[in-house]
């Protein structure tokens, strides 16, 4: 007998996935967990095993196209088997598509106009396209965001139109969100960079292998987090929690668009062990292979800008957390060393917070602790 199998809601609050690519065909035979489809989430590109063994009867969707939480994505049956849509609940989304039946119950009554689900006729909103004059490829004649696009590009050839990938539209939605719900303060300072450069090539000689410099920021940053619990918290209504665990979390840029890597139980762990997990995230995230897990939760993030070259900036705070460090990149400048001017470097540091849970003061407070425990990696 036939297995519809859904497009599963596989991570913290997923609401649609685009198809990347089939790895198998309708008639194809497939095993139980074997690889059928790869989806793209606004987070990682996940794999999708076959529920069961037996033939691929239906795809949900074409490479390219994007599937809603709930939506069919695959049939798998019996080998000869058969099977063809039948009638489905309608999800309230739909409900402008499928129609409503009369009171008698008999006859299926559609809305005038194109045919296309609600998120199509807002990206069609979005991109100025009249879907009276679009042609659907959808299955009865539906209109896809494909059909949209597409129409949108002929409608005008002096633009070119990029459509957003999942993890950029998740990126803006977030960012958007954050900055709208957040009142952002930035506080800034400087702290010397040579001892925790120093630290950082003493460790690369003893692990014989590279060094993230957010896996020292990370070491120098938890004590700061466990002295100010302000900053590791997320704030829930009228109440702070103040979390007891520090899972940090790591900006990396990937082709795709910021990631956002977390180290879990960071204060448990050693310099060695820091540096070989950021480094494994990294790649991870540029491979896009970071699972749902390795994306979410963050109780207090690193950017370090001075990686692509940066210097200041102000960071936005992730939803869910209280504050953000930024760090850019260490030039050499003058300064004053022991009464004598000197060619020093110093790291730029730009922290924002949340000014409902962190007043300036505190927010100084902390940005000297994290400036102390740079310039005093160790405490020495």
Not at 123 to 147: N, Y
């Amino acid at each position: 007998m036939a297995l519809e199998f859904a497009l599963p809601d596989i991570g913290e609050g997923l609401t649609e996935a685009t198809v990347v690519r089939w790895l198998a065909g309708v008639g194809d035979r497939v095993e139980l967990d074997e690889v059928v489809v790869e989806i793209e989430t606004d987070k990682a590109v996940t794999e999708m095993p076959a529920p069961r063994a037996g033939t691929l009867l239906h795809r949900g969707a074409g490479d390219g196209e994007t599937l809603a939480v709930g939506d069919l994505l695959m049939v798998i049956g019996d080998d000869g088997e058969a099977w063809s849509p039948g009638v489905r609940p309608a999800a309230a989304e739909a409900a402008p598509i499928v129609g409503t039946l009369d009171e008698a119950g008999e006859t299926l009554s559609r809305p005038a106009g194109a045919q296309a689900l609600p998120r199509v006729r807002k990206l069609a909103a979005e991109l100025g396209v009249d879907l009276a004059g679009v042609a659907g490829t959808g299955p009865g004649g539906r209109i896809t965001e494909a059909d949209v696009r597409t129409a949108a590009l002929s409608d005008d050839d002096r633009v070119d139109r990029v459509p957003l990938s999942p993890t950029r539209r998740a990126i803006a939605a977030r960012m958007a969100q954050a900055w709208r719900e957040i009142p952002h303060v930035t506080t800034f300072g400087e702290a010397e960079a040579a001892p925790l450069l120093e630290r950082r090539r003493a460790l690369a000689e003893a692990t014989g292998g590279p060094v993230p410099l957010e896996a020292l920021l990370i070491g120098v940053v938890v004590p700061a987090l466990q002295d100010h619990p302000e900053f590791n918290a997320t704030l829930q209504g009228d109440e702070l929690l103040l979390r007891r665990h520090y899972d940090v979390g790591v900006a990396v840029d990937t082709p795709d668009g910021l990631l956002v890597a977390v180290v879990r139980d960071a204060d448990r762990l050693d310099a060695a062990v820091l540096a070989a997990e950021v480094g494994r995230l990294a790649a991870a995230a540029r491979d896009r292979t970071l699972t749902p897990t390795e994306v979410a939760g963050a109780t207090f993030t690193i950017s370090n800008i001075g990686a692509v070259g940066g210097r200041y900036g102000t960071p936005i705070v992730p939803p869910g957390t209280t504050a953000i460090l930024s760090v850019g990149r260490a030039d050499s400048q003058a300064g004053v060393v022991d009464g004598e001017v000197a060619v020093v470097r110093r790291f730029p540091l730009s922290l924002s917070y949340d000014h409902r849970v962190v007043d300036g003061a505190l927010g100084r407070r902390f940005l000297a602790a994290v400036v102390e425990a740079i310039e005093f990696p160790g405490g020495g």
